[in-house]
C-alpha cells in the first residue's frame, strides 16, 4: 500500500484532506508538534523513518500579520520546511503536493492571475511562501504546487466565516474592506482538487513528470464585503441568531494592518479545469455546507 505523509493536520485544509487522501493509501498525519517545522533535522527524521510514496504540505506559517515581526519564523516554517521536503521526497523519488497562496502577488493587475504571472510578493508572509516555492522548484522533479486563496471551512480554529459568525453574534455593526478582491474557497473543495492530482502523480511511477504550479479556487469573484453579507444572509435562513444590523464597506486605507494585502488576487482556473476536467464550484456554495455544519455540530447557545 502507497505510504502517504500529510503534514497540517489540525488546519481547516488538513483536516479535510486526511478524508480525501485516504483512497489513496495510508496515510500517516502530523501536526506541529509530530513534527516541528521550525527544526530540519526533525523533519528529515519523520520521512526517513515514514519513506513516503506521497508528501502533502498543507502545513503553513498563516498570520499574515505577526509574519511581519515573526519573519525568522515564517521563513522557517513556509521557506526551509518545504525545501527539506522536496529535498527527501527527491532522494526517495516520492511526489509532493506543496500549498502555496495568491500573496505571491502584488494585486495590481485588473484579471485573474494566470500560473505564468510573475510573482511580487507584498508582505513576509508573501514572501516567504514564493521562497518555500522556489526551493521546491530546484530540488525536487516529482512536486505539485497548488496556489489558492481565501480558504475557509468548517475544521481548524479560525478563518473569515467563523470570525464574521462571532462579531454577528455580538454587535449591531460590522465593517468589512470592500476594496481588497478575490474568490473564497472552500477547504474541501481544495482537498478534492488535490486528490486528484495525487492520484495523477502515483499513476506516473516510471520517469518523473515535470513539476507542475497549478491554480485553484472556487469560482466568482468577491469582496471581503461581498463574503460578509453572503455569510450573513445564509446563516439567517439556516437560523442562526444575529444580532447585526449593518455591514459598512470600508476601504483598506480605514482599516490599517501590518501586512500590505493585494487589492486584486484572483486566480485563473483554465489550466488546472483542463487537467481535471471540470471548473471548480461557485464560492458561495461551500459557504452553505459550512455554515450548515458549524450550525450541526456547533453549541446551539453559540449559534442558534
Known amino acids: 500500500m502507497r505510504q502517504i505523509l500529510l503534514t497540517g493536520i489540525t488546519g481547516q485544509l488538513g483536516q479535510e484532506l486526511q478524508r480525501t487522501l485516504l483512497p489513496l493509501g495510508n496515510v500517516t498525519a502530523t501536526e506541529r508538534g509530530g513534527i516541528d517545522l521550525a527544526q530540519p533535522m526533525r523533519i528529515r527524521q519523520a520521512i526517513r523513518e515514514i519513506k513516503p510514496d506521497l508528501i502533502v504540505n498543507s502545513a503553513a506559517y498563516t498570520a499574515v500579520d505577526k509574519a511581519e515581526t515573526e519573519t525568522e519564523l515564517a521563513q522557517s516554517i513556509n521557506a526551509v520546511a518545504p525545501l527539506i521536503m522536496a529535498e527527501e521526497a527527491q532522494r526517495l ?6 500549498i502555496s497562496t495568491d500573496y505571491i502577488f502584488d494585486g495590481l493587475k485588473n484579471t485573474p492571475y494566470t500560473e505564468e504571472d510573475t510573482p511580487y510578493p507584498l508582505s513576509v ?7 518555500g516555492e522556489e526551493g521546491i522548484r530546484q530540488v525536487c522533479d516529482r512536486h505539485t504546487i497548488l496556489r489558492t486563496a481565501w480558504v475557509y471551512g468548517a475544521f481548524g480554529k479560525s478563518n473569515f466565516v467563523k470570525t464574521m459568525l462571532r462579531l454577528g453574534a455580538e454587535r ?3 465593517r468589512v474592506v ?15 482538487a488535490i486528490a486528484q492530482l495525487s492520484q495523477l502523480n502515483l499513476e506516473k511511477t516510471q520517469e518523473p513528470p515535470p513539476g507542475k504550479t ?5 469560482s466568482g469573484i468577491a469582496s471581503w464585503y461581498d463574503f460578509a453579507i453572503a455569510i450573513f444572509e445564509e446563516a439567517r435562513k439556516l437560523g442562526y441568531k444575529l444580532k447585526v444590523q449593518r455591514v459598512v464597506p470600508i476601504t483598506t486605507s480605514e482599516y490599517p ?3 500590505q494585502r493585494p487589492a486584486y488576487s484572483v486566480l485563473s482556473h483554465q489550466k488546472i479545469s483542463a487537467v481535471l476536467g471540470s471548473y471548480p464550484p461557485h464560492w458561495r456554495q461551500g459557504i452553505q455546507q459550512t455554515l450548515l455544519e458549524l450550525y450541526n455540530f456547533s453549541d446551539e447557545s453559540n449559534y442558534s
Request: glycine content about 6%.
Open 125 to 131: 508572509y508573501g514572501e516567504s511562501k514564493l521562497a
Open 257 to 259: 494592518t501590518l501586512a
Open 172 to 174: 449591531d455593526e460590522i
Open 93 to 98: 523519488r516520492a511526489s509532493l503536493v506543496h
Open 214 to 218: 497549478y491554480h485553484f479556487t472556487n
Open 178 to 192: 470592500a476594496d481588497q478582491v478575490g474568490t473564497p474557497t472552500w477547504a474541501r473543495d481544495i482537498a478534492k
